[in-house]
Nanobody, 126 residues
């Protein structure tokens, strides 16, 4: 059974950092585009970052460019999201995703996702 497990969320003050991790089992995440999405209550799920291959290319939403970095650890079947200079508007549930490897141009869209993680809550508040 293919599964993605998200972890690393929590409560952080504005300007702080968090590192989210997504661990895959039952599938090789390296065979997919790795992506992170986020969702706040009452709104749709939006793409945050995507990474094709181990080192790129990568895509980032304008709202997180320069603050977030998506990466794949070489020694794990996983994908990480380093989030720096967090702002209250980054508060959301974050979901890891395995995206169809042929659809990098649309990796920001939920229609390209083949497997979802269960989500991890990130709250940015003083």
């Amino acid at each position: 059974q293919s599964q993605l497990v998200d972890s690393g969320g929590g409560l952080v003050q504005p300007g702080g950092s968090l590192r989210l991790s997504c661990t895959a089992s039952g599938l090789s995440l390296h065979s997919y585009i790795a992506a992170w999405f986020r969702q706040v209550p009452g709104e749709g799920r939006e793409g945050v970052a995507c990474l094709s291959g181990d080192d790129g290319p990568a895509w980032y939403a304008d709202s997180v460019k320069g603050r977030f970095t998506i990466s794949r650890p070489y020694d794990r079947n996983a994908a990480d999201l380093q989030m720096n200079n967090l702002m209250p508007e980054d508060t959301a549930t974050y979901y890891c995703a395995a995206v169809d490897p042929a659809l990098f141009a649309h990796c920001w869209s939920i229609t390209t996702v083949r497997t979802w993680g269960q989500g991890t809550q990130v709250t940015v508040s003083s």
